[in-house]
């Protein structure tokens, strides 16, 4: 997954405004090192480098959350689909598809 970085220098003006990309090394405004951030959009929290995730822990688990949820729910349409005939099995699996891809 790919990761985002943040200027961490706390006087900067793009500290905790700008997202950079994985590849940029320092902040264009203030020339800071910039330090791997969490990418859930408003959230700027610095995530230590070996740690490897793209998200902090609190958005981490949020979306692990959600991944099961999608899980849950396709698992139930896919139990429908077989009781209710053909028709629905398709529908079911389109639902599935679109669940996997949203990832
Ligand atoms: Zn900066
Ligand atoms: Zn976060």
Redesign the pocket.
């Known amino acids: 997954m790919r990761r985002v970085k943040g200027c961490l220098n706390e006087n900067c003006p793009e500290y905790q405004k700008t997202k950079y990309k994985e590849a940029d090394e320092y902040c264009v405004k203030c020339g800071s090192e910039l330090g791997y951030i ?1 990418k ?1 959009k408003g ?1 700027y ?1 610095p995530i230590p480098d070996d740690k490897h995730m793209a ?2 822990p ?2 981490e688990g949020a979306r692990k959350d959600r991944a099961d949820r999608a899980k849950d729910t396709a698992v139930k349409i896919g139990g429908m689909a077989v009781a209710v005939g053909v028709f629905a099995v398709t529908t079911g699996k389109e639902l599935v598809v679109s669940f996997v891809k949203k990832k």
């Open positions: 969490c859930q959230c929290k998200y902090c609190t958005h």
